[in-house]
């Protein structure tokens, strides 16, 4: 398949497909405040993605998500923490994290998989890899990624909100030893996949932590976790994903 006809197959319904397919392994982490009748609580949002490794289920998001909790917490607010309809001590259930590769492991009970699992209209599960760690991709790989951004977070009550997915694919312009980009602005990007029916994006803030598939021959392998959007390069930055062992532990 050319690189055209590829562009063209994506914009498409296989592409919808396709960009549905990060989301079943990705949910939203939320923090903040508690909810308040008197007033709006003040709330911050990333994203995790859904693994089962040799040491269980395992929620992967970014150190930073972590750190900003941590940080609320010891300014003294009462905070909750909570993964879809899962709210737990992430502090408790922190197996690994490294502020040096922006990534942070969480160890779930079966019984917090499952009510993870339960949240949102999509099909979700814990991605289960042949075999790990992953490979890195390499430059002029297609990858798929997906989040929660948090541009799209609706208020609907006062102790419930809305969190509208939202996929994307490029292919990787650089590949270094812990992490990988795509540059948006070139040829051989493809279109990106909206869900909800909502309209352009431009602000990734919430993406944080979402799964990335490299795109080999239409199979789909987990090898990265989202870690930010550069708005002066047009590009994502991607952590491998092999970093982290089988043992949930993160080398670097």
Not at 58 to 73: G, K
Not at 144 to 156: D, N
């Amino acid at each position: 398949m050319s690189p055209e006809d590829a562009r063209k197959a994506v914009a498409g319904p296989l592409g919808r497909e396709f960009g549905k397919f990060p989301l079943q392994f990705a949910k939203p982490v939320l923090f903040g405040e508690y909810p308040s009748r008197q007033r709006p609580s003040k709330i911050n949002n990333g994203t995790a993605s859904l693994l089962r490794l040799d040491c269980g289920p395992v929620a992967v998001t970014c150190h930073h998500v972590i750190d900003y909790y941590r940080e609320r917490l010891k300014s003294g607010e009462r905070c909750l923490f909570q993964i879809a309809g899962c709210r737990f001590d992430p502090l408790a259930q922190l197996i690994s994290e490294s502020m040096d590769v922006d990534l942070a492991v969480l160890t779930l009970t079966e019984e917090q998989a499952d009510k993870v699992l339960t949240w949102g209209s999509l099909p979700s599960q814990f991605y289960t890899p042949v075999s790990w760690p992953p490979p890195s991709p390499l430059e002029g790989d297609d990858v798929l990624f997906g989040g929660y951004p948090g541009k799209w977070r609706t208020t609907q009550d006062y102790d419930s909100m809305r969190f509208a997915s939202y996929s994307s694919g490029h292919r990787v312009t650089a590949v270094g030893t812990r992490s990988f980009i795509s540059e948006v602005n070139q040829a051989h990007s493809v279109k990106t996949i909206y869900l909800d029916g909502l309209n352009d994006l431009t602000e990734f803030g919430g993406m944080s932590g979402g799964p990335v598939f490299v795109l080999h021959k239409l199979n789909l392998e987990f090898v990265g976790i989202v870690r930010e959007y550069s708005p002066d390069r047009d590009a994502f930055h991607f952590t491998r994903a092999g970093l982290i062992g089988s043992d949930g532990h993160i080398t670097v």
